[in-house]
């Protein structure tokens, strides 16, 4: 028998033949983790995965020898994952171990944390076959002594030859346990407050002339269970270290739990009965699971309309059919609402993960889903490779989201990856959106998908008012707010109403400009403004994070007679709290939600109406539902219109239809205002007529002319080096082997160009782009182009990258 595997560390990441020793015939299987060893040579070993097993291969078996078995033989990738790498790599352009290492985390790949203790020995019934019982003795003899090694303290004394396999089979007869430790054993503690056991009955009025302390001390009455974080309450560790002095608080350490939390939970809520559209989506979703076959369905539907309540009705029936799930959304520390309404409906069946996750409880996360402890993987874009068995259905939630798209090879979309491996395992897949992208609601249009639609919100609630204020004509309240924003602000707040405000640009200002001269300072690694922040004083390039001191006059005649060019979020804080200056301003941006836990705590204050007015970037647009709110306003509502990007429109259209639709989501109207300085923009059109379809007719039209997806696949190219000139000679390379390969009825072949943003620490980029309109490009001809092209510029230490339907052409 003979196994093609790939491996990081041999052949270059390509598939090679290996032959499969006698002894392992009967339990190696295509997915398996082995170890590998040359026949000749140094002694390295390098770990593998076998893809497929057959028994004749007319390829010549490499002179590598698989040495061992890992994880008990058992496979790490099921039949469906196996098939869904197979396809990413080929539809990606890039190789099958890339594919392989993306679907499996580091925490899983590793063996240098592996470590073997002793156990209590207990008599097995069934009688066990021992491989290599020689081997067998020398452990037990070895393990008795020491009762605790790591398997690189083993194979140094043992040979690493079938000890993998030998250990499995200890354990697996009750002697032996393995495990991995990533870290000390010491678990993560972290400060929590609780009440004093004797506090004094007068404790509230002696607080009173301190109204910060009141107001933490009361939070902590209010609390249900022991002990609670700072950021749950709310409170500053400087206010509740105060209240810990007088005697009202005590300090505790308590154990940092490895279940998702981003500091932020609202109050479970009721069963909604299901409207009729609801209802009628279920039906469909719920025929498709019982016919047992794979489809896909784009789920459109307007903000508000309960999509979220549809996925968890869904997932109901998905358990009960005894199956599992997969559930996505854009970024995890920004849907908290949507994470806690799941878990409040499925418990322990589900399992959240995030980055925020420490190598262990990745591991353990992985092993519970592998092993149907848990039911349903809910998390960001790489939880679409959760090892679930008899997956049911696979759930993308705001389907458009940009955050889908990785920004490293392998460069897939976990949307387009989700459709692929509901096919693969015959599952149902669910695409919801408000804004659905281009390239699914053509799809869904062309029959490929079957399109559900929710026209109306839950409970009764109106679709905001929308309305433009032109910026050239309006007199302004100040630089950035115009003085009907700003009246209407003030009325939201006369009726204890709430108001979200979307900037979508951190910072204090955009740019500096020197008014004398005439110089606007540039990142030096990057030649694009550098941004000033107020805060740190200093400006920041957002690429590179490159920083500099802001000294307050112009680095090139020492002028100080500098503009502020386009406020960002920053400055625009510091406006609001000048307009109401006895209103708390949350502001939650990337500057502001850096710690852990900061991101929940803003919107935990924002829930509890402790304060009136968030401002943020796009992250106030996602996932956020307060029925408090019944004004947005959007400062610069056509900054991003002016981006060389063919999807710069579609973009703008999504994230205003989003941010729109915070506005009343409750039985109190909401309104909209979009400050603009182009109101004749087609994206506004179809924003005031509330109409996604328009929008889309109109914006496809142009897209057809110039032949731009969903009517055309894209494929870019990327040639970086810190010489510009060889940048420019590689892409041009590029460029010629492309068109000499691609028959122009099959696509054309646009640049080489420098990138939009053309240097980003300190390298040089030129694109290539590709527009498919028939054919596609073979992942071999991909990958001997990129060989030959990286080998050809080697001394210019080139980088080269291949991005199959790239979201950003900057």
């Known amino acids: 028998m003979q196994a093609l595997i790939v491996a990081e560390k041999l052949f270059r990441g390509e598939p090679f033949t290996v032959m499969v020793p006698a002894s392992m015939e009967q339990e190696i299987q295509a997915g398996c983790m082995v170890l590998l060893a040359r026949k000749k040579g140094a002694e390295s070993i390098s770990i593998g995965y076998i893809i497929e097993l057959a028994e004749d291969n007319p390829a010549e078996p490499s002179e590598t020898e698989i040495i061992d078995l890992l994880y008990d033989g058992k496979p790490l990738l099921g039949e469906d994952l196996l098939n869904l790498t197979g396809w990413m790599a080929d539809y990606y352009l890039s190789r099958r171990i890339d594919t392989i290492s993306a679907a499996l985390p580091v925490a899983v790949r590793t063996t240098i944390h592996d470590l073997v203790e002793l156990t209590d020995f207990s008599l097995q019934a069934e009688n066990r076959r021992v491989i290599n019982t020689t081997l067998r003795r020398s452990i037990m003899q070895l393990m008795i002594r020491e009762k605790r090694l790591t398997m690189l303290q083993l194979q140094r004394r043992l040979g690493k030859k079938q000890l993998y396999r030998t250990l499995s089979e200890l354990e697996r007869g009750g002697h032996l346990r393995l495990t991995k430790k990533f870290t000390s054993t010491q678990p993560k503690l972290q400060t929590a407050y609780r009440l004093s056991e004797t506090i004094p009955e007068s404790a509230e009025e002696s607080l009173h002339g301190a109204p910060k302390q009141l107001e933490a001390f009361l939070a902590l009455s209010s609390t249900t269970g022991p002990c609670v974080p700072a950021e749950t309450i709310g409170s500053s560790r400087e206010t509740l270290n105060a209240l810990v002095k007088k005697g009202f608080v005590e300090k505790v350490q308590i154990e940092v739990k490895s279940n998702f939390s981003s500091g932020f939970a609202e109050e479970p809520q009721s069963v909604k009965n299901l409207t009729a559209e609801q209802k009628q989506a279920l039906e469909a979703l719920q025929s498709a699971l019982n016919n047992k076959r794979y489809a896909t369905f784009l789920l459109h539907g307007v903000t508000g309309s309960g999509k979220t309540l549809v996925y968890i009705e869904f997932l109901k029936r998905v358990l009960a059919a005894g199956k599992t799930a997969i559930v996505l959304v854009p970024e995890i520390s920004l849907t908290p609402q949507t994470a806690g309404r799941f878990r409040q409906h499925f418990h322990d069946d589900i399992t959240i993960l995030h980055s925020g996750m420490s190598n262990q409880e990745k591991y353990d996360a992985w092993h519970s889903l592998r092993q149907g402890k848990t039911k349903i993987a809910l998390g960001a874009r790489s939880t679409i490779f959760a090892p679930l068995e008899n997956l049911g259905a696979i759930i993308v939630d705001e389907e458009h989201d940009g955050a889908y798209k990785q920004d490293r090879t392998p460069r897939y979309h976990a949307r387009d990856t989700a459709i692929m491996r509901a096919l693969f395992s015959k599952?149902?897949?669910?695409?919801?959106?408000?804004?659905?992208?281009?390239?699914?609601?053509?799809?869904?249009?062309?029959?490929?998908?079957?399109?559900?639609?929710?026209?109306?919100?839950?409970?009764?609630?109106?679709?905001?008012?929308?309305?433009?204020?032109?910026?050239?004509?309006?007199?302004?309240?100040?630089?950035?707010?115009?003085?009907?924003?700003?009246?209407?602000?003030?009325?939201?707040?006369?009726?204890?109403?709430?108001?979200?405000?979307?900037?979508?640009?951190?910072?204090?200002?955009?740019?500096?400009?020197?008014?004398?001269?005439?110089?606007?300072?540039?990142?030096?690694?990057?030649?694009?403004?550098?941004?000033?922040?107020?805060?740190?004083?200093?400006?920041?390039?957002?690429?590179?994070?490159?920083?500099?001191?802001?000294?307050?006059?112009?680095?090139?005649?020492?002028?100080?007679?500098?503009?502020?060019?386009?406020?960002g979020t920053e400055r625009i804080e510091e406006e609001l709290q000048k307009l109401f200056p006895e209103e708390k301003i949350l502001r939650m941006d990337v500057d502001t939600t850096t710690r852990k836990g900061s991101h929940g705590r803003i919107l935990k204050e924002f829930h509890d109406q402790k304060a009136r007015i968030l401002l943020g970037t796009q992250m106030v647009a996602k996932g956020l539902d307060f029925p408090a709110v019944t004004l947005v306003g959007v400062l610069m509502a056509d900054i991003g219109l002016n981006i060389p990007d063919f999807r710069a429109s579609e973009r703008t259209f999504s994230l205003l239809t989003q941010v729109a639709g915070r506005a009343g989501r409750s039985t109190m109207p909401g309104e909209v205002y979009l400050q603009v300085y182009n109101k004749e923009s087609d994206v506004f059109t179809a924003l005031l007529q509330g109409s996604y379809e328009k929008f889309f007719e109109q914006e496809s039209a142009t897209r057809a002319a110039l032949r731009y997806p969903p009517l055309s696949r894209l494929i870019k190219f990327e040639c970086s080096a810190t010489d510009e000139k060889e940048a420019e000679s590689a892409a041009l390379y590029c460029k010629e082997t492309l068109t000499a390969h691609l028959p122009i009825e099959s696509g054309t072949v646009l640049g080489p160009a420098p990138a939009g943003i053309a240097k980003i620490k300190g390298r040089f980029r030129y694109h290539v782009l590709v527009k498919l309109f028939e054919a596609k490009l073979s992942a071999a001809f991909v990958r001997e182009m990129s060989d030959h092209i990286i080998s050809r510029f080697r001394s210019a230490a080139l980088s080269f990258i291949v991005d199959v339907d790239p979201q950003n052409l900057m």
Request: glycine share 4%; proline share 4%.
């Open 427 to 567: 599952a149902i897949c669910v695409l919801g959106s408000a804004t659905p992208s281009f390239e699914s609601y053509h799809n869904a249009r062309n029959g490929k998908y079957s399109l559900i639609n929710l026209r109306e919100r839950v409970d009764g609630a109106a679709m905001p008012l929308i309305k433009l204020v032109w910026m050239k004509e309006s007199p302004k309240a100040s630089s950035s707010i115009s003085e009907l924003l700003f009246r209407q602000i003030e009325l939201r707040l006369k009726k204890k109403e709430q108001v979200i405000l979307l900037q979508n640009r951190r910072g204090f200002a955009g740019s500096i400009f020197c008014l004398s001269c005439g110089h606007t300072p540039l990142c030096r690694f990057c030649n694009i403004p550098m941004v000033y922040h107020a805060a740190e004083n200093h400006l920041r390039c957002h690429y590179c994070g490159h920083r500099v001191k802001f000294r307050a006059s112009c680095e090139k005649c020492q002028s100080t007679d500098l503009f502020f060019k386009s406020s």
